[in-house]
Each structure stands twice: as structure tokens, then as C-alpha cells.
């Protein structure tokens, strides 16, 4: 059942004009990161974790400095995740990019791993744990700039370029999506004629609302009747492929054309195999 979708995901990869993935924390899980709310998750594990994810921002607005301190106490799950390594899924889209054929990735993993892979169009839709970000002036820094790793007690690290308060490039709850990547993911989504959704659950807003935005597009089609007369039909203007291990909400909405079961790091490679053999042919 799996091998005929590859096949078809393959064959529509090939004949798209603009591809672009969305990946969620289902593709970062194969390279040994946790996610947050399945079942052995960080919050599902420790729920106090969760409620104070939800002020981290609040503290930032409130107080920087503590907020720092407050991430300082984290700094070990933010130092796995800049350490951890690309899998088979990450390099198989950043080989799809190198064809010539995915022209972007938006992801909402923070961990920037497909960067890592190779990937050189990446959104990155809630921020990334090796960036800080100037909420002032929207400057971004790399995280080894400042060394806080190397810091007991972290300085508050100040913005190059206007001298406000950083915080690290991670969109915390109640923070709003930085418009910059807010804008461009809506340009990727208004462009592509296939979207790729890989590893997400597609429940986290305001991100599982580009595929139905894609969705939503409509192309005129000309067809031909059976009378031989030609007539103008509208269609969707965007593919819609789902590489899940489980069907989600886009599945049972009709948002997606089709599913493909499994773990994207199984999945990706093949379909990537199956492109080649394509546009070899």
C-alpha cells in the first residue's frame, strides 16, 4: 500500500513548479529529541513544565533579567537540542532542494536541524534555539555570540545593533509569530503548488493554518467534454501530501490529498529515491 503512494508522492513532487514542506516535531523525534505532548512528552511527563511555559513570556515583558535566569535553569534541554543531528528526513528534504524541487521549508521545530542537513530556504515559523531575537528592532544574533552557555549566571545579553533586552529567537506562548516569517510563510503558501506536511499533528495555530489556506486556492483548468468542447474548470491550486504517522486533523478534513503512514525518515528517502529514478528517466 505504502510503495504506490511514494510512487505518486514522487511523480507529483516532479511535475510541481513550486514545492514547499512543513514539518512539525514528528521528523525531529528520529533524531533523539522528545516532543512536548506525546505520550513519554516533556509536559506530558511533567505538567508544571507546561504551566511555566506559559509565563516565560509574560516574564520576559515583565522582567528580562529574570527571564533569563529562568532559562538559564533550562539551559541543558536547549543545549540537546543545539546538539543534536540531522536525520535521514532532514537530508532527504534538503536533497530535495538540491534537485532543484522543494523550494522551501517552513518547520516549527525549533531545534534547526534542517539547516544543519543542509536545507537553505528555511522559515523557521516559532524561532530557533541557536538564535536570540531583539523583540525591539527584530535583530537576530547567533546564540554562540554572547556565550551563555559558558556563563554560571548569564549577563543580560543586549541587542548589537539598539541596545534593548534580547530573548532567545523562540516563539514562547503568548507571543506573536515575528511578522517577518509570519509574511513570508503566507507568500510560500500563496506560491506553492505542492505542500509537503511531514511529522506535524497539525492542531498548533496559527501554523496548521497555512495548508488549509493552500487548500482554499483555486486554479482555473481547461478540460475537454465528451462533445469535444472545451470548458473552464476550477480546481485546487495546490497539492496537498501528508508523510504522518498518523491520520491528523488535515487527513479527516479532506484538507490533504492523500497520506502516506510512517516515520519521515523511512518514508523521505525513498520518495527522494523515486524522484531520481524520475527525472532520470
Keep these: 500500500m505504502g510503495e504506490p503512494l511514494i510512487e505518486r508522492a514522487a511523480a507529483d513532487l516532479v511535475k510541481s513548479k513550486y514545492a514547499i514542506a512543513l514539518t512539525g516535531a514528528g521528523i525531529s ?4 529529541i522528545p516532543d512536548f505532548r506525546g505520550p513519554n512528552g516533556i509536559w506530558t511527563r511533567n505538567p508544571e513544565a507546561e504551566m511555566a511555559a506559559y509565563q516565560t513570556y509574560d516574564k520576559f515583558l515583565r522582567d528580562p533579567k529574570e527571564y533569563w535566569q529562568a532559562v538559564s535553569s533550562g539551559i541543558s534541554f536547549y543545549s540537546i537540542l543545539r546538539q543534536a543531528e540531522p536525520n535521514s528526513g532532514h537530508h532527504a528534504l534538503a536533497e530535495l532542494e538540491k534537485l532543484g524541487i522543494l523550494k522551501c521549508v517552513i518547520t516549527q521545530n ?3 536541524l534542517h539547516r544543519k542537513a543542509g536545507s537553505r530556504r528555511v522559515l523557521e ?3 530557533a534555539v541557536n538564535r536570540l531575537r531583539c ?4 535583530s537576530r544574533f547567533e546564540f554562540e555570540e554572547y556565550e551563555l552557555d559558558n556563563m554560571d549566571e548569564p ?3 543586549l541587542c548589537k545593533k539598539c541596545q534593548n533586552p534580547l530573548k532567545l529567537d523562540v516563539v514562547h506562548f503568548n ?3 515575528p511578522s517577518d516569517v509570519a509574511h513570508q510563510s503566507l507568500e510560500e503558501t500563496w506560491k506553492c503548488d505542492l505542500m509537503l506536511i511531514c511529522g506535524t499533528s497539525a492542531v498548533v495555530y496559527p501554523f496548521a493554518q497555512l495548508p488549509r489556506i493552500a487548500r482554499q486556492r483555486e ?9 469535444g468542447l472545451y470548458f473552464v ?5 495546490a497539492a496537498i501530501v501528508e508523510i504522518n504517522a498518523e491520520p491528523t486533523p488535515l487527513t479527516r478534513d479532506g484538507i490533504s490529498d492523500y497520506i502516506i503512514q510512517g516515520k519521515t525518515g523511512d518514508i523521505l528517502p525513498q520518495v527522494v529515491e523515486m524522484v531520481k529514478q524520475l527525472l532520470d528517466r
Aim: glycine fraction near 8%.
Design 125 to 127: 515559523y516559532h524561532g
Design 110 to 112: 525549533i531545534d534547526g
Design 155 to 157: 549577563l543580560l545579553p
Design 135 to 138: 523583540p525591539s528592532c527584530s
Design 175 to 177: 507571543e506573536p509569530i
Design 29 to 32: 523525534t528520529e533524531s533523539g
Design 219 to 227: 486554479a482555473e483548468q481547461e478540460k475537454k467534454a465528451k462533445s
Design 233 to 237: 474548470k476550477e480546481v485546487a491550486a
